[in-house]
């Protein structure tokens, strides 16, 4: 069955670091994967797509890569701030079946500290 | 620009009672999405409708839950009757199109305690 596996570990890291979160996935083809961000008692917001004939993707201090041979995502946030904390969730979407169905993972909770 | 709008957005009740959760999808937007959320189960997409009509309920957990859309600004997830491992954050999404890989744009969430 599909699989969408996010380290649910929280990820510690100090200001100005580099914040890289994975998202891996098993029997699936993707043709394209979503990043979200969600905040404590709030919905998901959009970040950031990637198509599976692109390796990498920019928005800002963020950076999303999609390896379709590992079947991983990375998602990286760069020179990180306590305001960057949150958890972020990914969705890899397969062209083959019908509509917008997304399935998301688990995500992840990130922590910046001053 | 108003996003989805949800409501309630907290709702306490006992096992047995009926739950009638709404929401407001963006407007012009004509895919919309219900997820609930729990720590042990993540997001899970119980149904999603697609020009008010119900395209997969596969998601939905059993026939105590039922979801419609009458017209393209409003829909509702029932619970009847509810159990108190119906207790989750329920979401409503929107985004336009069929078959796009357009963004959803989720609700605030209405967050359900059932005793």
């Known amino acids: 069955s599909q699989k969408i596996e996010q380290n649910s570990e929280a990820l510690n890291i100090q200001e100005g670091k580099t914040a890289t979160l994975t998202c891996n996935y098993t029997n699936y083809s993707p043709a394209y994967l979503q990043w979200y961000r969600q905040d404590p008692g709030r919905g998901p917001v959009f970040l950031l797509l990637i198509r599976e004939n692109e390796k990498e993707k920019r928005k800002e201090r963020l950076k999303v890569t999609f390896d379709t041979t590992l079947k991983q995502s990375l998602f990286h946030i760069t020179a990180s701030q306590p305001a960057d904390s949150a958890t972020y969730l990914c969705a890899p979407k397969a062209d083959n079946n019908a509509g917008n169905m997304l399935t998301f993972g688990g995500g992840t909770r990130l922590m910046v500290k001053p | 620009d108003a996003g989805v709008i949800q409501s309630p957005r907290h709702e306490v009740t006992e096992m047995g009672q009926e739950v009638t959760l709404r929401c407001k999808p963006i407007?012009?937007?004509?895919?919309l999405f219900w997820y609930r959320q729990t720590m042990m189960r993540g997001l899970e997409l119980l149904i999603y409708?697609?020009?008010?009509?119900?395209?997969?309920d596969s998601g939905m957990p059993e026939d105590r839950f039922s979801a419609k859309m009458p017209n393209a600004s409003f829909s509702t997830l029932k619970i009847q009757p509810s159990e108190p491992r119906d207790s989750a954050v329920y979401f409503c999404?929107?985004?336009?199109?069929?078959?796009?890989?357009?963004?959803?744009?989720f609700g605030e969430g209405s967050r359900l305690t059932v005793l």
């Open positions: 407007s012009g937007h004509n895919s």
């Open positions: 409708f697609n020009n008010n009509v119900p395209i997969d």
């Open positions: 999404a929107s985004t336009f199109g069929l078959a796009n890989t357009g963004e959803l744009f």
